[in-house]
């Protein structure tokens, strides 16, 4: 089974703080991805990344930055938190079998994050 | 219009019955469609793909693709409360490594 595994499930930081999301996956996993998911607007895409070192921006990239230098880890930073990121995060991920769009994406268990 | 649009409900069922959730998509090009479960306060978790036209069954669910219409749904056989959840369509682009998830239809069994 995959295994994606997020570093906190409720965090509590205060606007203005730094923040660093974690999320680690142990299947070797190419594609990895950030959502955050607010009641009524549904998903929404951060970031994703195909590679280490890789990022595209997804539909809602401001105020949020990405890294991967490892295969398996991919961290979501906060710059500058501001109340209006209060959300649900969740991290997912998915193996590149030589072509797109046929493989799930699975998901970590989330983290709760309020900005204060 | 939205990529993949899902009548957002609440759709209440009565428990033993069918539930009937559906979805609709807009690219032609898509090849794999999935369905997750969503219990409140957790993450989705995948419960169906299907990636041929026609029924896939496993257990009590049971997709059901139509690509021509393009239109892709989920039955639910038997209703139980523990079905109770919001349900996400999901369909990956067909020219990138991203999918586009429904806003989800929330379901509620009840006894």
Redesign the interface.
């Known amino acids: 089974d995959v295994k994606v595994t997020q570093s906190s499930r409720y965090l509590v930081k205060r606007t203005g703080e730094k923040v660093f999301l974690e999320c680690v996956q142990d299947m070797d996993h190419e ?1 990895m ?1 950030w959502y955050r998911q607010d009641p009524g ?3 929404r ?1 951060i970031y ?1 990344s ?1 590679d280490v070192k890789m990022k595209e921006k ?1 539909d809602i990239p401001e105020g949020y930055s990405v890294s991967r230098e490892k295969k398996e880890r991919f961290s979501l930073i906060l710059e500058s938190a501001s109340t209006n990121q209060t959300s649900m995060y ?1 991290c997912a991920s ?1 193996p ?1 079998t030589g072509t ?11 983290t ?1 994050l309020s900005i204060l | 219009q939205k990529e993949v649009e899902q009548n957002s409900g609440p759709l209440s069922v009565p428990e033993g019955a069918i539930a009937s959730l559906n979805c609709t998509y807009s690219d032609r090009g ?3 469609f ?1 369905w997750y479960r969503q219990y409140s ?6 419960i169906m ?1 299907i ?1 041929s036209n026609g029924d896939k069954e496993d257990g009590r669910f049971t997709a059901q693709l139509n690509k021509a219409s393009q239109y892709v749904s989920l039955l639910i056989r038997d209703s139980q409360p523990s079905d109770s959840a919001t349900y ?1 369509c ?1 369909v ?8 586009i ?4 239809t929330r379901l509620s069994i009840r006894p």
């Open positions: 594609n991805f607007l549904g998903l895409l994703f195909y997804g969740l998915t590149w797109y769009s046929n493989q799930p994406q699975h998901f970590g268990d989330g709760r | 898509s090849q794999s999935f306060g957790k993450s989705p978790e995948l793909s990636y996400l999901a990956p682009y067909s020219s990138a490594s991203k999918i998830f429904g806003s989800g």
